[in-house]
């Protein structure tokens, strides 16, 4: 088969590495990628938003299947795009059609699906400038923090919590009336705060049957001790200690089923990732939202932990056969370290030179934000490296990644050295 993959982070190079293992995988084009996946697969320079440009390579290449990496393409409907078009229609997309991908493109839709199927979620009230009073006088009703969600997608920005209630309202006002977030703040979810630790749950579905994958939980902030910034994503471990089979069962059982039960009931056509946030309020599982995408850097454990081939598992998303196929996953423990530009996730420079990749032992190093520049891998991003590492427990493969760290070396490279802590 010829594989076209959208998108350029560490999940993409996961995705990449990944299906690269498998014997159906004969061509894979990356489209951009990276530095890492122009290693191992063929780079194009196609923007995944691009539809048009990404039709004319899929006919001239002869592609068999699409898979989907960013959440972008997804909600602009290129899962839609291909279905209506007479020349792409039996090539599979691995991805939601555009109604399915509002679980990540809209809170509010989010929040109707969960509350319409009766899975557990924070309650919440949602507000446009037109009712920004009634949404001041909705926090007044709240217990702090007060949790705000502008509805769109805003990179992974658009999450406000806050203490203080006049704060709250000012931040509420500036989201809906002064656009704080453009468009996607023009309706704002305001949600009751939940107490507990989160973790994330991720489903394959060919929209009837599912298959849950790994657990794992991200570390999302810049700083140690969860401090700081908001980020991407600076590490993740799989599985998650604290996921044991009694909260599994219920994550199952309250979430995942109805969940893919619901997207029938509604008629959401639905062959692709569902990455579910969920905290854990005193072991009961709640939705914090979907993507509907994987994580990133979660992918970069979610997949080394998947002894299954993953194209016959797309293929059978594609055919709606996930029944018939069995997923195997590694007892090991997989972490990963996020290595990343001094600055981040604020101002950071780009196109420093990175050595020291080729000593890394026993670990695998996921691009992130690198390219190739004259034979040099410089970073390109943010995030620059994701360096995954085995362990009979997540602490032996932390140090791994740790040991492996210190052998690479670029200006201004920055990590976090307590992946992990709260796990202990
Ligand atoms: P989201 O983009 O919805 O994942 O929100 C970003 C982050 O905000 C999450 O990873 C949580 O840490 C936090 N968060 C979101 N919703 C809530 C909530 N209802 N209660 C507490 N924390 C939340
Ligand atoms: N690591 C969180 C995300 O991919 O949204």
Redesign the pocket.
């Known amino acids: 088969m010829t594989i076209l993959l959208l998108g350029s982070g560490g999940r993409e190079h996961a995705f990449a590495w990944k299906m690269l293992q498998s014997p159906q995988c004969k061509t894979l084009f990356v489209a951009p990628g990276n530095a890492g996946t122009a290693e191992i697969a063929k780079n194009i320079n196609i923007n995944p938003t691009d539809f048009e440009a990404v039709k004319t390579f899929v006919l001239q290449e002869k592609v068999d299947m699409v898979v989907v990496g960013p959440e972008d393409p997804l909600v602009l409907g290129i899962y839609d795009f291909f279905k209506n078009d007479t020349e792409l229609k039996d090539i599979p997309v691995i991805g939601p059609s555009k109604v399915g991908a509002q679980l990540e493109g809209s809170?509010e839709f989010a929040k109707e699906f969960l509350v319409k199927h009766n899975i557990p979620t924070?309650a919440?009230d949602s507000f446009t400038a037109e009712t920004v009073e009634k949404g001041c006088q909705f926090l007044e009703t709240l217990q702090p923090?007060y949790?705000l969600?502008a509805d769109g997608l805003a990179a992974?920005k658009?999450?406000l919590?806050i203490q203080d209630l006049e704060e709250a309202k000012t931040e509420l006002r500036n989201m809906l009336v002064h656009q704080k977030f453009g468009q996607a703040s023009s309706k704002v979810v305001i949600?009751?705060?939940?107490?507990?630790i989160?973790l994330s749950c991720f489903v394959l579905t060919d929209g009837k049957n599912y298959k849950i994958l790994p657990t794992a939980k991200?570390y999302?902030r810049i700083g140690e001790g969860d401090t700081g910034l908001?980020t991407g994503g600076m590490g993740a471990v799989s599985p998650v200690p604290f996921a044991d089979a009694v909260l599994l069962e219920k994550i199952e059982t309250r979430i995942v089923k109805p969940t893919i039960d619901g997207l029938q009931k509604d008629g959401i056509e639905y062959k692709g990732f569902v990455f579910i946030?969920l905290?854990n309020v005193k072991n009961e599982p709640?939705v914090?939202?979907y993507?509907v995408r994987m994580g990133d850097p979660e992918t970069e454990v979610v997949l080394p932990r998947i002894k299954s081939d993953l194209v016959e598992l797309f293929q059978a998303v594609a055919n709606e056969k996930l029944n018939e196929v069995a997923l195997e996953i590694d007892e090991r423990s997989a972490t990963t370290i996020m290595v990343v530009s001094g600055g981040y996730p604020e101002d950071y420079e780009k196109g420093k030179v990175i050595s020291g990749i080729a000593n890394i032992q026993d670990s695998i190093v996921f691009h992130a934000g690198t390219k190739l520049d004259n034979g040099n891998v410089v970073s390109n991003g943010g995030r620059v490296l994701a360096v995954t590492s085995y362990g009979n427990d997540f602490q032996e493969a932390i140090k791994k990644s740790y040991q492996n760290i210190d052998k690479l070396h670029f200006d201004k490279m920055y990590f976090r050295k307590d992946i992990g802590f709260d796990l202990l």
Not at 191 to 196: A, N, P, S, T
């Open positions: 809170k924070a919440y923090p949790v969600k992974g658009g999450v919590i949600e009751e705060f939940l107490d507990g989160e991200d999302k908001n946030g905290i709640i914090i939202e993507n």
